[in-house]
């Protein structure tokens, strides 16, 4: 992982926005506040209402569904599984160390660079949703993984990650720290590559505390776990959104959510995770990070729980996927502005 950038980035966006990592951003206006300067592409008026006022929206059929379903069959077919014989769900394999254990358990499949992956991140309809909660069109898109997860028994069972009592909780929890007193803006989403149950668990959240979060928060104490809600249930009900596969749902990192265990007996939740942000085009050494781990499919290093296939790396699979105008500019091959510079390929790191 690279060593962290101690100094704030501008972003290449007329609004201001400002990071040091590309994950988290500081914004003289939260998301959940801003006014609109671009017109809405794909959300309506209603969409973007509730998006600030609950902190997450769903957009259907962000993708073509056969587009979601290949990636569904893609996903079975990277991991070496058939989904027609559920004994080789559950197959011992070798972990590298308890992390590995734990990515097998909640059922992340590491693949972050083929065709199909690349395919949805630079669908036009996907890109403009992302305008519209942003509100400004200079955005890179994360180089991200999908997830498989079949029901959660023998070695896929949660009860084998030991609980703990603060801290990260994968059933409910926050992407930021809710005790700063300024606290980062940060956007993520989700591609479901298959309709969505009850049963089969998958994204929840709790729309009301974050509707409700300003005050809330003044009742609480000084030494609260800043990503883990402690709520009534009753009062800040968790709620499932219902997904058809090709939706997009986006939510507000400031938004408690988590994933809900697999109860099925022999059904799958399936996503895509991809969210864009801010284009960080003066950050260099990011930059280039991101077009090595396209080009040469390196595993991307922007969080330490991306570690690659353990049994054949994609590198080893498949060459590098073909991107499109938008899809260069996504990436920061190609900048949104400056087209003296328009390409950065050939720079030396």
């Known amino acids: 992982m690279p060593t962290p950038d101690r100094y704030l980035h501008r972003a290449a966006t007329d609004r201001p926005y400002f990071s040091a990592d590309g994950e988290a951003y500081l914004a003289q206006t939260p998301l959940r506040d801003i006014r609109k300067d671009l017109p809405l592409r794909v959300l309506s ?3 973007f209402a509730f998006w600030q006022d609950y902190g997450y929206v769903v957009v259907r059929e962000a993708i073509p569904t056969d587009a979601a379903r290949q990636l569904l069959d893609f996903a079975w077919e990277f991991q070496g599984l058939d989904p027609a014989r559920p004994d080789t769900w559950y197959q011992d394999r070798p972990f590298r160390d308890e992390l590995d254990r734990h990515l097998h358990v909640y059922g992340f499949v590491e693949a972050y660079h083929h065709q199909l992956i690349w395919d949805s991140r630079q ?9 519209d909660v942003w509100d400004c ?3 890179w898109v994360t180089l991200d993984r999908l997830n498989l997860n079949p029901p959660n028994v023998g070695n896929r069972d949660r009860t084998l990650i030991e609980p703990t009592d603060t801290g990260f909780d994968i059933e409910l929890h926050w992407d930021v720290d809710t005790t700063l007193g300024v606290p980062p803006q940060r956007v993520q989403g989700i591609i479901a590559l298959a309709d969505s149950a009850p049963e089969l668990g998958g994204f929840q959240c709790d729309p009301e505390l974050f509707h409700r979060f300003d005050r809330w928060k003044l009742d609480q104490p000084a030494d609260r776990d800043p990503i883990r809600p402690a709520v009534d249930r009753a009062e800040f009900p968790v709620v499932r959104p219902e997904l058809k596969a090709g939706d997009l749902l986006i939510f507000n990192g400031l938004l408690a959510h988590g994933v809900a265990p697999n109860t099925s007996a022999d059904g799958v939740r399936a996503v895509q995770y991809l969210s864009m942000m801010p284009a960080l085009e003066e950050h260099r050494r990011l930059r280039e990070s991101r077009i090595d781990s396209w080009r040469n499919l390196t595993t991307p290093d922007w969080n330490g729980t991306l570690v690659g296939d353990l049994t054949k790396h994609e590198s080893l699979r498949y060459g590098p996927a073909e991107l499109t105008g938008l899809g260069e500019k996504l990436l920061g091959l190609k900048s949104w502005h400056d087209e ?3 390409s950065w390929h050939g720079e030396p790191a």
């Open 45 to 47: 008026a209603q969409d």
């Open 123 to 131: 669908t036009q309809r996907v890109y403009d949703a992302f305008v």
């Open 137 to 139: 069109e200079e955005l």
């Open 340 to 342: 003296a510079r328009a």
